[in-house]
C-alpha cells in the first residue's frame, strides 16, 4: 500500500513539473530564435541557405554593414555550389514557399519602403571611405582569386555537376508531394490564421520600421496639453452647429492670447481667435516681438 502511494505521489509531481518545465522553455526557446532570425550567417553555404528565407534575406538591404558581409561570401565560388546543391533539393523549394507566406516577410520586407533609417543608413554608408575599402578589398583578395583558380578540382563542383546521375536526387522529387514542408506550404492558402497574420502584420506599426513603432500605442505619444472651454454656468461649451460664432471657435489658435484691449483689466484676455476671412488675422502672423526701448542716457 506504501508503495502504491508513493508510486502515486512521484506520479503526481512530475505530471505538475512537466508542464512548469514546459512554460520556462517556451521564452528560452523564443529568444533563441529571435536571436537566430537576426543574426548573420558566417559563411558562404549559410549565405546561400538565408538566399531562400524571405523573413531574413532583406536584412541585407536594410543595413549596409550586412551587406558588406554578404557581398564578401556572394564572391566565393562556394556561395554558388551551395545555391546550385540547394536548388536540386525540393525542400528547399518548399522551405521557400512557406517563408514566402509567412506573415512576417511583411515586416521584413515593408521597411525598405517606409522606414527612413534605411534611407540614412545608405546615406552615411555613401559617404563612408571604409564603406568603400571593405567592398574594393573583396576583389583585392588574393585568397579569393586562388579559390577561384582551385574552382575546377573543387569535390563540391564535381559533386554539384555528378547529381544528374544520382538516383538519390530523383527520389526525392518524386517524394516531394509527401514532403511536410509541401504539404504545408499547399495547405497555408486554406489557413484563416495565415490571412489574419498578414491582416495582423500590415496593422502593426512595427512592421514599418523603428520610426513608426510608437505610432498608435497608447502611452508612449505625447499628449497635446488643451483646455475645454467652459461655459459660464460651469458646464463644458457644446458646439452648436447653427450658431455662427461656434464655428469661429474652431479656428482658436492654442495657447495664444488676444491683443489687450485699452482698459482691459489684467487677466481678463480671452484666446486668440484666427479668422481666415479677416485681412487683419493673416497680419497677425507676421508680427514682430515686442521689445523694450533702451534706456535713455543722461
Known sequence: MK???????IALAAAVAAPATASAQQPAQAGAAQQQATQLPRTPDQWAAMMWDFTRNPMVLRDPKAFVPWFSAALEPSFYTALGQQSLDPAMWGYMMNTM????????WAPLMTDPNVYMRWLTASMD??????????????????RWMMAPIDPKLWGLMLQGLNPGMYMKWMLAPLDPRWMQAMIAPMNP???LGWLGAMMNPASYGDLWKGFLTPGTTAQPSYT???APGGQPQVFNPFDPSAWSQMFTVPGAQAPQQA???Q?????????????ASWTQ????PQQQAAPAKK
Do not use: E, H, R
Open 228 to 230: 475645454v472651454p467652459v
Open 285 to 288: 502672423l507676421w508680427q514682430v
Open 267 to 279: 487677466g481678463t484676455t480671452q484666446p486668440y481667435i484666427f479668422n481666415p476671412f479677416d485681412p
Open 129 to 146: 571611405p571604409n564603406f568603400y575599402t571593405a567592398l574594393l578589398t573583396q576583389f583585392t583578395d588574393p585568397g579569393k582569386m586562388m
Open 101 to 108: 507566406m509567412n506573415p512576417a516577410a511583411f515586416s521584413a
Open 3 to 9: 508503495l502504491k502511494t508513493l508510486s502515486l505521489s
Open 193 to 195: 490564421n495565415v490571412y
Open 263 to 265: 482698459g482691459q483689466q
